[in-house]
């Protein structure tokens, strides 16, 4: 029987993709494995913020891995019932992993009558299959698609729990200092974090819980870029209640393309091919960032007054970010036919991955999700941080502060960012000595990614541990871990 790995990842975009990367990764350094991914079914899903999220676009993604890497399979789980239709998204994606328990724990037996299992990779999101690993002893591996600052925060939280017995909500002013991390006000805490008496608060901590009894972390990051967190990490500084599993960084994962068609996108060959080198600011807010119509009014308005080329990809003001926006009712009156010769909108979704790799780019507006941070790494892009929710304020923190890769967008007390602001922020970036500082570094950072990647570089190391531990010295290993 030939050695399988198992990857489960929750369906959006930003989660499926950083793993099956991981899976074509692993087939380098091991070619006889069978790596078989668990979807998902999100076809009864309610079409809520967090089911949106769930299933943003990977269908053409998958297309490609199929054609291109067949050694990947996709095991596809059958539909389940009864999904609840609730807007917290934590909650959301906790019941809905619950829910397809069943199917998981068949498919892990069907795949073990034809294959030796040697490990089941989750996602944080599918942390309800680590209850049916476990009764299979299947060694549980977690694979973080955030950065290891975040991982930090989560894995201290339930130390954080235990000293304080307020909701963070209820602390707003006060910084809290996280193993590796920059002192953090609470306020930039993940949203499920904050308030105790959340349902959310609840999953999160039997998920910090169950990550701590795993057989490891497997994270999407490297070591130059997120040392100070992942010496905290190894060193057994975020959890005080007992030993730390071991933490692989094996990144940084990325695609490759975010455009899966054969038609090139028309922001590319039709616009950015005629722009400038370096000239461009992307703006560009993850696969369900969106912004109310003030605040879309006021970005207009601070990118017109910048006078830089710019590609904004804007969508609907929530509730309806699927609906194709009406650009001309949305953006001030006139503003496309004032920027036409030096900015294009897109609506809804651009090909990011390519975007950043274009010449014309010289600076990308960015939410911090860590899928767009490693992919702004990869090419050398710097960034203007506008975190929006999840665990983008902490990594802003960590960008900005200690990595200096970003300049901070200031937002106000309304939550807004105004247009003087953005107009500020986006000229910095793209003409002042500081920017040019936030280039350089970026650019340096860009190479010690790509070194950690190659052979001897700690990434690679890394991964070379896994392997190791997974396909040679399986059974030592984890007694080992589990001393
Ligand atoms: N993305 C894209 N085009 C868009 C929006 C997003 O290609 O218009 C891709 C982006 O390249 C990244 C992913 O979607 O790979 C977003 O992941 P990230 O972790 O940055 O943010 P999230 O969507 O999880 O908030």
């Known amino acids: 029987m030939e050695d399988a790995i198992v990857l489960y990842p929750f369906p959006g975009s930003g989660h499926l993709i950083s793993m099956v990367e991981l899976g074509k990764l692993l087939l380098k350094h091991h070619p006889a494995v069978s790596i078989i991914v668990l979807m998902l079914n999100t076809q009864n899903i309610h079409s809520t913020s ?99 600052s975040s991982l930090a925060v989560f894995l201290y939280w339930p130390a954080l729990h235990k000293r304080f017995d307020k909701s963070f909500k209820d602390l707003k002013d006060m910084l809290i200092d996280i193993p590796g991390l920059p002192s953090i006000p609470t306020s930039h805490l993940p949203e499920p974090m904050r308030d105790r008496n959340a349902k959310d608060y609840e999953h999160f901590l039997l998920t910090a819980g169950h990550m701590i009894k795993s057989s490891g972390f497997i994270v ?59 000239s461009v600011v992307f703006l560009c807010f993850g696969s369900v960032g969106s912004f109310s119509e003030k605040q879309l009014k006021e970005m207009a308005i601070g990118l017109e007054n ?8 804007v969508r609907n003001p929530p509730p309806e970010i699927d609906v194709e926006p009406k650009l001309d009712e949305l953006l001030p009156e006139g503003f496309l036919e004032r920027t036409k010769d030096r900015g294009f909108v897109v609506k809804q979704w651009a090909p990011q991955v390519e975007v950043l790799r274009h010449d014309s780019v010289g600076g990308f507006v960015s939410h911090c999700g860590w ?40 937002v106000s007390e309304d939550g807004c960012v105004t247009a003087a602001e953005l107009e500020k922020r986006v000229s910095e970036l793209m003409d002042s000595s500081a920017g040019k500082d936030v280039r350089e570094r970026i650019s340096a950072m860009r190479d010690a990614g790509s070194t950690a990647m190659k052979e001897g570089g700690s990434s690679h190391l890394a991964l070379s541990k896994l392997s190791e531990l997974w396909f040679r010295k399986t059974c030592q290993s984890r007694q080992h871990y589990e001393k």
């Open 50 to 148: 967090a089911a949106r999220y769930a299933a943003s676009p990977t269908t053409q993604y998958i297309a490609s891995v199929k054609a291109t890497t067949p050694s990947i399979t996709f095991h596809h789980l059958p539909p389940v019932s009864d999904v609840p239709c609730t807007s917290s998204t934590v909650e959301f994606f906790s019941l809905f992993s619950n829910l397809n328990n069943p199917k998981v724990h068949q498919a892990l037996q069907t795949i073990s009558q034809t294959a030796k299992l040697k490990a089941l990779v989750i996602d944080f999101f599918c942390d309800a299959a680590f209850d049916v690993a476990a009764n299979l002893s299947i060694p549980t591996y977690y694979f973080y698609t955030a950065g290891a």
């Open 220 to 278: 999407n990051t490297f070591e130059q870029l997120e040392k100070k967190a992942i010496n905290a990490i190894s060193d057994g500084l975020c959890v005080l209640d007992g030993p730390t599993p071991p933490i692989f960084c094996i990144g940084p994962l990325t695609s490759d393309s975010n455009q899966h068609g054969n038609d090139q996108h028309e922001c590319l060959n039709y616009w950015l091919d005629s722009q400038p080198r370096q």
């Open 306 to 313: 910048s006078g830089k080329r710019f590609l904004w990809v």
């Open 371 to 410: 899928n767009s941070v490693l992919e702004a790494v990869r090419e050398g892009v710097p960034m203007v941080a506008w975190p929006l929710y999840a665990e983008q304020p902490v990594n802003k923190e960590v960008l900005v502060k200690e990595l200096k890769l970003a300049l901070e967008v200031n």
